[in-house]
């Protein structure tokens, strides 16, 4: 079973950190924005702040990416532990924004998605497949059958926890 979670892990981890640098591209100032509006960061370190997550995310997700392609055990295994540690620490910050801050934007991937506890819960799910990935490793003896399903899990898993926070939003009609 952890074999199969370390599989899906190499790779939803690289699909969600990308998918989420691409998204800042997309739109530069968002996460500025949004780390101004969480107020937690002094508002001149907010630009320095969103620059290194965005730069380590692109790090640990091109890192993982390609040691997955590449089927590196050892940097896949230093990509998810880097990828934990860097998730652990958007939970903590998002769970503590959320609580603290209502109503502000998370800024994750250049979305206009609130901070909410569903944001902190999503990055802490992503954390703990990282720690797994990062335990575990790639599993050397598996059938093409296997790493098609933890392919496709994989995909899965990146999918619902990057839709996750955005769509337990409750849009209320005006008036």
Known sequence: MTGLLAG??????????LGSVFG??????AVVSAVRAQGVVP???AGPA???????????????ATSLVLRLDGPVRAASGA???LLGLYAVYAAY??????GV???????????????????????????????????????????AVAGTAGLGFAAILWTLPHAMIERRPAG
Do not use: K
């Not at 899906?8 to 950190?17: D, N, R, T």
């Open 83 to 85: 990828a934990a540690v």
């Open 105 to 147: 934007p998370c800024g994750c991937a250049g979305a206009d998605t609130p901070m909410t506890g569903w944001v902190a819960g999503r990055a802490a799910a992503l954390a703990a497949l990282a720690l797994a990935g990062a335990l575990r490793g790639l599993p050397a003896d598996w059938s093409a059958y296997e790493a």
């Open 24 to 29: 800042q591209v997309r739109r530069p100032g």
């Open 97 to 102: 924004v959320s609580r603290t801050r209502r």
């Open 43 to 45: 508002r001149a370190l």
């Open 50 to 64: 969103a620059l290194a997550a965005i730069a380590a995310e692109a790090a640990v997700g091109l890192v993982g």
């Open 8 to 17: 899906i892990a190499a790779v939803a981890l690289p699909v969600v950190l």
